[in-house]
């Protein structure tokens, strides 16, 4: 299948007015890593085998979802084998975030509670729990220990360190929708951050550049105010998108909503709002991307070691650039975001129910 400009599928994707961004459509092109339609393939086989969706969702939906086009929109420059390894683990983290939502709309919270704590054992341990008997954990421990697998030790224990935090955020998610707290402006922010898993996404940039970068250079405020403010960009575009439709759907977590309820907001007064800061994320950003390119400059010392830096840094601040558009057409393209041509808007159709346990 050819890679479009603007689309992985064969036919032109249309933009709602609302919600364009003509700098980004302008000023950010949108690149594929080479491997794409084998990653597609790749992966699609992968949900099989793990049995994270059944064949017939697989067929049906899989490919329109778009899972491995965000991926391979983003992580360019990437082997081959990273390249499948973090296809595959955001494959999976769609599936976790579909299974966490289902739990929340059924009122599952000792299932819930059951998976939050067999995943925090198979971040901790992923060879011994990959057969497990629960799909979702098996896959997780799979594709956590091929991540595992690129750079040393420290790394692996960084993002260990980095996705508990994701999984607590995410039951904190839990607790909030089922009692229908609205968490202020900046709680809300805070934890957006780890339910978007900002930090996770920026530490795999660093195997896809095939280096693990030490803390001086990773924490350098040059360096991490470019890496948040692509990641900002991807989760508050997210919200924007789909405000309408968490109104209507009694959902709590949104920037928007809580602008609405503590800011005292109208809807269409949120809607800007946030649109605003969607807007400073990419303005921001290409301030933030000329002062770490500068920082990966002053790396290259003369040594080799200073070269490896100062390129290692260059790819991963392209790569956060590669963010904004890969977001942006993702969810134009993805079948996650065409709520109006469900029959259930509550009920994704690619989830299978039976198969979560819902009878």
């Not at 049906?60 to 992580?75: F, H, N, Q, R, V």
Request: charged share 25%.
């Amino acid at each position: 299948m050819p890679a479009f400009p603007h689309s992985t599928t064969a036919t032109a994707v249309a933009v709602p007015p609302s919600l364009a961004l003509p700098v980004i459509e302008a000023a950010f092109p949108r690149q594929l890593h080479p491997y794409w339609p084998r990653l597609q393939e790749k992966t699609r086989t992968w949900l099989l085998e793990k049995r994270l969706m059944p064949a017939d969702k697989v067929e049906e939906y899989a490919d329109g979802l778009c899972y491995t086009d965000l991926m391979a929109g983003y992580y360019l420059g990437a082997p081959e084998e990273v390249m499948q390894a973090i296809g595959d683990y955001s494959a999976w983290f769609f599936v976790w975030d579909d299974r966490h939502d289902r739990d929340i709309v059924h009122r599952r919270p000792q299932a819930w509670d059951r998976l939050r704590a067999r995943l925090h054992t198979a971040l901790d341990h992923p060879r011994d729990h990959l057969r497990h008997e629960d799909p979702v954990v098996a896959a997780f421990a799979d594709s956590v220990l091929r991540l595992y697998s690129f750079l040393p030790g420290t790394w692996n224990a960084r993002f260990a360190r980095h996705f508990h935090a994701v999984i607590e955020a995410y039951d904190r998610e839990f607790r909030n929708r089922t009692e229908g707290v609205v968490p202020p402006v900046e709680e809300y922010l805070e934890l957006r951050r780890l339910t978007f898993a900002h930090w996770i996404w920026t530490d795999l940039l660093e195997p896809s550049a095939g280096t693990e970068l030490p803390d001086p250079v990773r924490k350098h405020p040059a360096f991490r105010r470019a890496a948040l403010l692509s990641q900002e960009f991807a989760a508050w575009y997210n919200d924007l998108c789909s405000l309408p439709k968490e109104i209507a759907g009694d959902e709590v977590h949104n920037l928007g909503i809580s602008l609405i309820t503590h800011e005292g907001l109208t809807l269409e007064e949120a809607i800007a709002e946030v649109r605003q800061r969607v807007e400073r994320c990419i303005s921001d950003f290409v301030t933030a991307e000329r002062e770490a390119l500068r920082f990966a400059d002053s790396l290259d010392d003369g040594t080799v070691r200073g070269k490896e830096l100062a390129v290692a840094v260059r790819t991963c601040v392209a790569n956060m650039r590669n963010w904004f558009s890969s977001v942006y057409w993702f969810h134009h393209e993805s079948g996650r975001y065409r709520v109006d041509s469900w029959d259930d808007r509550s009920t994704p159709p690619y989830v299978d129910n039976e198969a979560a346990g819902e009878k």
